[in-house]
């Protein structure tokens, strides 16, 4: 069965969400989505700076966490369109966490030198964010379908012209003009990450099988502290940065500080920085987690701003009011993907991508806390809005079908990924995880994982999220991007390019 509209919108999170309302007035739009994805699992907030917090301010802590790596340009549409798309969602029914007097209650997180996280039911906001967007797609009449994009029409001139869509056991084809990808990061190619099972880097094999090319895949943040479960693989629970923003402590297992006169900003320095001494503190010590002290916070503060965590806590038999909870730094955001404009148009024409997927350079070699759910938000309208200017023209002439593909062996897939492109890696062993793969096929798995290692063998440099220990410093010979695309053998191949040249 085959049907038409306007514009195909590939997942639900913030950014699918964004796009389809913004696109719900003018466009025929279709939502699909494999389920819920990151978004409702956000907890800390949603950065914005307003008032007496300036936005420059905003664009600079963010250019300093991605090691001056970011598109300026694009920082700024993020820094200036953020408060506006916030307003918007109140508008739309959001609830955020407001103060006695009614104005929105805003905290500090790592990397901000103000404190302008916005955030709703304490430690929720991705809840709530979801839930607002979700109520107001539904009320602009967006139609929404349940099942996974396993394809893409493309039409022999290369020009984007539909999905192949599997709900319910059967595969139909909907053709459309343009095709949004909003499905989130790469969670799902390692064992263990913050993210869900259905962030599994679907929209990157797709867009490179179609030719599009990723930009910066090197840059893969490990959030410094998923709580310790004892579980190496699955989706680990988040203690959210906010919980060191309002006071609490890393202790090694001797419970010695770690990020005392490590970094001015001590437990509240850019993530990469904090995730690498609790790695090198877990590698001195050969311990499997280090040690997150809240003890010094009200309990009173502790219970209102931080329920999700301390239910996750509870889960495991800790108490965050009372004692020291273990945690270890776990997989938790894709800073490159997609290469496209600040208008989420890729390499090939009719496909467009937003969100954690696409890789605008806001984030450049390392996302700024909170500053994700603001992307999905500002870059989703950015791309609703040139779709409602100039929708691309119908596919004509003959067409084919781009598949996604299986993956043979995914959990080796995963465990090669962490194994050589954690936290912590060197050439050495990214040649062994690069032949390792080569056996593995070309699913949509093994293709982001050798998108990643590829982009991170390219890189020889230490810079943002990306730490070589046979390259333990940055370099400014390196000061361009890493560029993966696929050879004519479907290998993702990396080259580097210019920064000016990016897009
Ligand atoms: C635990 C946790 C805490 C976080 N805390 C914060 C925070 O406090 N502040 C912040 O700014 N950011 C935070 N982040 C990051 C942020 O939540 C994500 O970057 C953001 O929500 C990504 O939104 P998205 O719309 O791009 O993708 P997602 O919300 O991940 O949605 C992806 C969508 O794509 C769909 N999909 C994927 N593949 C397919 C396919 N083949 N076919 C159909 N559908 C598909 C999925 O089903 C899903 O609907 C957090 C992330 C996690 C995991």
């Known amino acids: 069965m085959t049907r038409a509209v306007d514009v195909v919108v590939i997942g639900a999170g913030v950014a699918g969400l964004s796009t389809a309302l913004g696109l719900a007035a003018t466009r025929e739009v279709l939502l699909l989505s494999a389920g819920d994805g990151s978004t409702p699992w956000a907890q800390g907030g949603v950065a914005a700076a307003y008032g007496e917090d300036d936005p420059l301010d905003h664009l600079l802590d963010t250019d300093v966490a991605g090691a001056g790596f970011c598109d300026p340009r694009n920082v700024r549409a993020l820094v200036e369109e953020g408060p506006q798309r916030l307003a918007e969602l109140i508008a739309q029914g959001a609830r955020f966490d407001r103060n006695a007097d009614g104005s929105l209650s805003r905290t500090l997180e790592g990397g901000h030198g103000h404190p302008r996280i916005v955030h709703a039911g304490g430690d929720a906001t991705g809840a709530e964010v979801h839930r607002a967007l979700r109520s107001a797609v539904q009320l602009a009449g967006v139609q929404t379908i349940t099942g996974r994009t396993v394809g893409l029409i493309q039409s022999d001139t290369g020009r984007i012209g539909g999905v192949l869509v599997e709900a319910g056991g059967q595969i139909s084809q909907i053709d459309a003009r343009a095709v949004v990808l909003a499905t989130g990061g790469i969670g799902n190619a390692y064992l263990a990450s913050t993210n869900p099972s259905t962030v599994c880097g679907d929209g990157i094999a797709l867009a490179l099988r179609a030719g599009a090319s990723l930009v910066d895949m090197e840059f893969v943040q490990f959030h410094p502290t998923a709580l310790f479960t004892g579980e190496t693989s699955g989706q680990l629970p988040l203690v959210t940065e906010a919980v060191r923003g309002e006071g609490a402590v890393l202790r090694d297992i001797h419970g010695r500080r770690i990020m005392a006169g490590r970094h001015p900003r001590a437990d509240l320095a850019p993530r990469d920085i904090v995730a690498r001494e609790i790695e090198a503190t877990m590698r001195r010590d050969g311990s499997d987690h280090v040690w997150l002290d809240a003890t010094a916070i009200a309990p009173d503060v502790l219970r209102q701003r931080f329920p999700t965590v301390l239910a996750s806590c509870a889960r495991i ?9 273990p945690i ?7 800073c490159g993907g997609i290469r496209t404009d600040r208008n989420g148009a890729t390499d090939v024409p009719g496909l467009y991508a937003a969100g954690e997927v696409a890789a605008t350079g806001v984030h450049g070699a390392n996302r ?3 500053n994700s759910l603001l992307e999905g938000l500002v870059f989703g309208r950015r791309v609703a809005t040139a779709l409602t200017l100039d929708l691309p023209p119908t596919v004509q002439g003959r067409s084919h079908e781009v598949a996604l593909g299986h993956d043979r062996e995914p959990e080796r897939i995963r465990a090669i990924l962490t194994k050589y492109a954690g936290i912590r890696r060197d050439g050495a062993g990214l040649n062994a995880a690069g032949e390792e793969l080569e056996a593995l096929g070309n699913g949509p798995l093994a293709t982001v994982a050798r998108s990643v290692i590829e982009a991170a063998t390219a890189r020889q440099e230490s810079r943002g999220c990306h730490w070589r220990s046979d390259y333990p410093r940055s370099d400014e010979r390196w000061n361009e991007h890493v560029v993966v695309r696929l050879d004519e053998e479907d290998r ?9 040249a990016t897009r």
């Open 328 to 334: 270890a730094p776990a997989e938790h955001f894709l």
């Open 492 to 500: 993702p191949t990396a080259r580097h390019l210019q920064r000016a």
């Open 317 to 325: 038999g800790v108490d965050l009011l009372s004692e020291q909870i």
């Open 368 to 370: 700024l806390a909170s």
